[in-house]
């Protein structure tokens, strides 16, 4: 599932680390999220929307083709 | 919410007396009796791995006990919603492996009482059990390896 958490992350000119800190997962699980290699647990997905103030739909973006992923 | 140095804490005593309990195991079983029923090679081991998994939660978070940082930081590594994910895929998998094993240990046994196939000896069923505790383990640790690379 393509996700804009490195342009959010970017535009809060926050690092990897910082990011993992502040939702409390491992900078590797925000590497796999931001690589799209990963797709995170609706608990994450709401923290990580929340710590950038958007919602879930404007931070992950779900198409019919995402679906086996 | 769990206080992080706390747990932390927690782990390095677990470390401690896995330590302790590992070397207590291993020094004993040294001076056992060879004239007793149990193989003490078995407590050696146990006591070998019980030591082992001590030092390795000393070395994992021991760094946690510096600051509250620290400590945040390694309880979300270990917490991490995707390393949970990749153990209990790689548990599955081990299991799975494991039970493969079994299986054909005890198939082997049954058509061998029949004698159908040849009755394994003390060495070659040693072997086997052997491989029955080291094979799972290898695939468990193999499926964290390649799992940490793709997922």
């Known amino acids: ?69 | 919410m769990t206080d992080p140095r706390k747990w932390i804490a927690t782990r390095v005593r677990l470390g401690w007396a896995l330590l302790a309990a590992g070397g207590l195991a291993a020094y004993f079983a040294r001076w056992a009796t060879s004239a007793t029923p149990y193989n003490f090679r078995i407590i050696i081991v146990l006591g070998t791995l019980l030591m082992a998994s001590g030092v390795g939660l000393l070395v994992r978070f021991s760094a946690g006990l510096k600051d509250e940082a620290s400590a945040r930081r390694i309880m979300a590594n270990v917490r991490d919603e995707r390393t949970v994910m990749i153990r209990m895929r790689a548990g599955n998998r081990a299991f799975w492996m494991s039970s493969v094993l079994v299986y054909a240990g005890l198939m082997w046994t049954s058509y061998a009482a029949k004698g159908d196939l040849p009755v394994l000896s003390q060495d070659a069923l040693w072997d086997f059990l052997a491989a029955a505790v080291v094979v799972p383990l290898a695939v468990y640790i193999g499926s964290m390896l390649i799992d940490e690379r793709t997922t």
């Open chain 1, 1 to 69: 599932m393509k996700n804009r958490l490195a342009q959010l992350r970017g535009a809060n000119d926050w690092t990897q680390q910082e990011l993992a800190d502040r939702v409390e997962v491992s900078r590797q699980t925000i590497i796999s999220l931001e690589s799209g290699r990963y797709n995170p647990s609706i608990l994450l997905a709401f923290r990580l929307a929340g710590i950038f103030k958007v919602q879930i739909e404007d931070l992950f973006l779900y198409s019919e083709e995402n679906q086996d992923d």
